[in-house]
């Protein structure tokens, strides 16, 4: 990833962070020119929610809104009841300690802030999967830590430095591949031989397509019955419209959760007490998901038919709401192509310079969108 030398960012560079360059700047050109067609935009290019928050989770928010008091950094029992409800309900953990449940800010801030939370700092290697949502590289970069991209995904091999933490993440952002209950097991006891925290994050859960189950790092599968070393990251930003809302937690290791919660009790991270009543009750309730669900498998079918089509190849994207799809050529001029036709995607290389030849397709657009994608490929 390039890094940064413009002016703004002397104070970050002085404490020895060297933050990457912010890519989304290269696509303006080429939404300018999609913006220019005739049809308008067909904006696929980030996984922003554009369907309501459901109506019970606004409620809930609503019914919380006198908050007079300071809100606990740790959430409710309550809500870290739900959280070790929902583990159960919905992704076959029945194991999970409501005292290793965190909400967060969102999981953007904990995947930033991860690394500095675990004490990680110079010296210190986080691993990563080689193409991946750029955050991970960033909170190791904001901890004075080395990113590591890794090209294999099990893992670095040997001799190489100190290893404080393993992200994984599956469904992946931005190949949507899931990772199988071995592929996991062999990285937890892969982290757990170098004494590496194994943190993933798995916030496309809910969205497996085409009947994949989607194992979470938690599973007693997975995890050989011990969630020791282990944190799953969880949002709700996706599966339930509320990426306004910053609604997410993690769970797993009580001893790691409670060093989290003590620096973060200091640093004054705490959900707002509204917010924490919106997770509950949007924890609780299936329904909307599978309403939810529903609409992103219908968008999925008629975008893959489209790229299709098209002459795409659509690679993993076995879950989540990306398609990974390449032409085989480099992903600017597929990002140039489709901008003519007032298609606007995210070239692969964002994430890493292995996906130099993919194009992310989100399926985050209404299906008025979506439906115009199909007439413009077509
Ligand atoms: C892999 C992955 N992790 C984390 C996030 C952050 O989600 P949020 O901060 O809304 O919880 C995203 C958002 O796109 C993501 O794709």
Request: proline letters at 8%; aromatic letters at 6%; a negative charge.
């Given at each position: 990833m390039t890094t940064v030398s413009g002016p703004g960012t002397g104070r970050a560079r002085r404490a020895g962070v060297t933050l990457p360059d912010f890519p989304w700047d290269r696509l303006v050109p080429f939404a300018q020119q999609a913006r220019a067609h005739p049809g308008g935009i067909v904006d696929l290019s980030v996984g922003t929610p554009v369907d309501p928050t459901p109506e019970l989770v606004q409620q809930a928010l609503a019914a919380a809104a006198d908050a007079p008091g300071y809100p606990q950094t740790y959430g409710t029992p309550p809500l870290r009841e739900a959280v070790a409800a929902w583990f159960a309900r919905r992704r076959g953990v029945p194991d999970v300690d409501p005292d290793g449940v965190l909400p967060t800010i969102g999981s953007k801030e904990l995947v930033a802030w991860l690394p500095t939370l675990l004490g990680l700092g110079a010296g210190d290697v986080v691993a990563h999967p080689a193409v991946a949502y750029p955050t991970y590289d960033v909170g190791a970069r904001l901890a004075g830590a080395t990113p590591l991209p890794m090209t294999s995904t099990l893992g670095p091999g040997p001799g190489t430095g100190a290893i404080g933490l393993v992200w994984v993440n599956s469904?992946?952002?931005?190949?949507g591949q899931v990772l199988g209950t071995e592929h996991l097991r062999k990285l937890v006891r892969w982290a757990r031989s170098i004494g590496a925290v194994l943190a993933s994050?798995?916030?496309?859960?809910?969205?497996?397509?085409?009947g994949v189950r989607v194992p979470s790092i938690l599973d007693p599968e997975v995890c050989e019955g011990s969630h020791e070393g282990l944190l799953a990251v969880y949002s709700l930003s996706k599966q339930s419209n509320l990426?306004?809302?910053r609604a997410s937690f993690v769970a797993g290791d009580p001893a790691l959760v409670r060093e989290l919660l003590e620096v973060r009790k200091h640093a004054g991270m705490i959900v707002p007490w509204p917010v924490q009543e919106a997770l509950r009750v949007a924890l609780g309730d299936d329904e909307h998901v599978a309403v939810q669900r529903e609409r992103y498998r219908a968008r999925r079918e008629q975008a893959r038919a489209a790229l299709e089509a098209a002459g795409f190849r659509i690679d993993h994207s076995q879950a989540g709401l990306y398609l990974w799809s390449t032409r085989d050529e480099p992903c600017m001029d597929t990002v140039a192509a489709l901008a003519a036709r007032g298609v606007l995607v995210a070239p692969g290389d964002f994430y890493g310079a292995a996906g130099a030849r993919h194009v992310r397709v989100a399926l985050t657009a209404t299906d008025e969108r979506i439906a115009q994608l199909a007439g413009r490929l077509a």
């Amino acid at each position: 990833m390039t890094t940064v030398s413009g002016p703004g960012t002397g104070r970050a560079r002085r404490a020895g962070v060297t933050l990457p360059d912010f890519p989304w700047d290269r696509l303006v050109p080429f939404a300018q020119q999609a913006r220019a067609h005739p049809g308008g935009i067909v904006d696929l290019s980030v996984g922003t929610p554009v369907d309501p928050t459901p109506e019970l989770v606004q409620q809930a928010l609503a019914a919380a809104a006198d908050a007079p008091g300071y809100p606990q950094t740790y959430g409710t029992p309550p809500l870290r009841e739900a959280v070790a409800a929902w583990f159960a309900r919905r992704r076959g953990v029945p194991d999970v300690d409501p005292d290793g449940v965190l909400p967060t800010i969102g999981s953007k801030e904990l995947v930033a802030w991860l690394p500095t939370l675990l004490g990680l700092g110079a010296g210190d290697v986080v691993a990563h999967p080689a193409v991946a949502y750029p955050t991970y590289d960033v909170g190791a970069r904001l901890a004075g830590a080395t990113p590591l991209p890794m090209t294999s995904t099990l893992g670095p091999g040997p001799g190489t430095g100190a290893i404080g933490l393993v992200w994984v993440n599956s469904p992946g952002n931005p190949t949507g591949q899931v990772l199988g209950t071995e592929h996991l097991r062999k990285l937890v006891r892969w982290a757990r031989s170098i004494g590496a925290v194994l943190a993933s994050d798995e916030c496309y859960a809910e969205l497996g397509w085409d009947g994949v189950r989607v194992p979470s790092i938690l599973d007693p599968e997975v995890c050989e019955g011990s969630h020791e070393g282990l944190l799953a990251v969880y949002s709700l930003s996706k599966q339930s419209n509320l990426a306004g809302y910053r609604a997410s937690f993690v769970a797993g290791d009580p001893a790691l959760v409670r060093e989290l919660l003590e620096v973060r009790k200091h640093a004054g991270m705490i959900v707002p007490w509204p917010v924490q009543e919106a997770l509950r009750v949007a924890l609780g309730d299936d329904e909307h998901v599978a309403v939810q669900r529903e609409r992103y498998r219908a968008r999925r079918e008629q975008a893959r038919a489209a790229l299709e089509a098209a002459g795409f190849r659509i690679d993993h994207s076995q879950a989540g709401l990306y398609l990974w799809s390449t032409r085989d050529e480099p992903c600017m001029d597929t990002v140039a192509a489709l901008a003519a036709r007032g298609v606007l995607v995210a070239p692969g290389d964002f994430y890493g310079a292995a996906g130099a030849r993919h194009v992310r397709v989100a399926l985050t657009a209404t299906d008025e969108r979506i439906a115009q994608l199909a007439g413009r490929l077509a």
